[in-house]
C-alpha cells in the first residue's frame, strides 16, 4: 500500500513538474485607439488571454485575437497594423502616431517581438510618437546654408 502511495505522489510531482515547464499562463490585454484624426477610436479588445508555450511574445498574442476575430492585425518586422491602422506621420504639424507596447507599464523597447508571462498586463494604444525632426524639416524654412548666403548679402 506504501508503494502505491508512494507511486502516486511520484506521478503527481511529475505531472505538476511537467505543467510547469511548458509555460503559458494567462494575462491581461487592451488594444485601444484614442480619438484621433483617422476616425477610428476606442477599444478594440479588453480582456484576458490565455496562451501556452515557452516562448510567447506580443506578436503571437496579436496573431492569435486576430485569428478569433478581434480586429486584423499583421506585422512586417518593423511596424504593426491593426484594422488598418499602421503609422500616420503628419509633417505639415510635426508628429506621428503608431501602435505603441508596453507591459506592465512600461514601454516595450522590442515592439511585437516584446516577451510576455504570465500574469503581465499588456497594453497596445495607437499613441502619438516621437518624430525625427531632423527627418521631416519645414521645406519653407531656409537652410543653414541659405541663411549664411543672405546673411552675407545684407552685410555689404
Not at 21 to 40: A, M, N, W, Y
Not at 94 to 111: C, H, L, Q
Not at 116 to 124: N, Y
Request: with cysteine; aromatic share 8%; proline share 1%.
Amino acid at each position: 500500500m506504501k508503494k502505491l502511495l508512494c507511486l502516486v505522489l511520484c506521478l503527481a510531482a511529475v505531472c505538476a513538474l511537467c505543467a510547469s515547464c511548458s509555460g503559458g499562463g494567462k494575462l491581461h490585454i487592451r488594444v485601444f485607439v484614442p480619438s484621433s484624426e483617422t476616425g477610428q477610436s476606442g477599444t478594440l479588445y479588453d480582456g484576458d488571454h490565455s496562451f501556452s508555450g515557452s516562448v510567447i511574445t506580443v506578436d503571437a498574442i496579436l496573431n492569435a485575437l486576430s485569428e478569433d476575430g478581434k480586429f486584423t492585425y499583421s506585422y512586417d518586422g518593423e511596424f504593426i497594423v491593426i484594422n488598418g491602422l499602421d503609422i500616420y506621420e503628419n509633417t505639415a504639424m510635426r508628429y506621428m502616431r503608431g501602435w505603441v507596447i508596453t507591459v506592465n507599464g512600461e514601454v516595450a523597447e522590442d515592439g511585437a517581438m516584446t516577451r510576455v508571462r504570465d500574469g503581465d498586463e499588456l497594453e497596445v494604444v495607437y499613441e502619438f510618437m516621437d518624430m525625427d525632426f531632423d527627418t521631416y524639416e519645414d521645406a519653407s524654412a531656409p537652410s543653414d546654408e541659405e541663411e549664411s548666403s543672405s546673411a552675407g548679402l545684407e552685410e555689404l
